[in-house]
């Protein structure tokens, strides 16, 4: 059964920062893509970031390019989410999530077959 569980979310002013991580368990995590998605009130989950097996490439969406980090520990199966210069319009629940075939990169949440929970992220302006 595989688990993923975030933390790190909270409340935060806006121009500040947080750090959110993800760790995995029941499945062979080195081989399998990691993602992040969030989902605003109101508004359809959207992809955030992505990071191949290895950690060698990742992609991010436009909103968050240049601002957000996606790292990953294999040898601690954890992907982390580092979110710096939020904005109000980051605020959102944000989802980690794992590809379900091995050695593939993707950006599309179909591609995903396990989610964590959510962790709510609020940037006050």
């Known amino acids: 059964q595989v688990q993923l569980v975030e933390s790190g979310g909270g409340l935060v002013q806006a121009g500040g920062s947080l750090r959110l991580s993800c760790a995995a368990s029941?499945?062979?995590?080195?081989?399998?893509?990691m993602g992040w998605f969030r989902q605003a009130p109101g508004k359809e989950r959207e992809f955030v970031a992505t990071?191949?097996?290895?950690?060698?490439?990742?992609y991010y969406a436009d909103s968050v390019k240049g601002r957000f980090t996606i790292a990953r520990d294999n040898a601690k199966n954890t992907v982390y989410l580092q979110m710096n210069s939020l904005k109000p319009e980051d605020t959102a629940v944000y989802y980690c999530a794992i590809v379900s075939t091995p050695y593939t990169f993707t950006t599309h949440g179909g591609d995903y077959d396990y989610w964590g929970q959510g962790t709510q992220v609020t940037v006050s302006s």
């Open positions: 990071i191949r097996w290895s950690g060698g490439s990742t």
């Open positions: 029941g499945r062979t995590f080195s081989m399998y893509g």
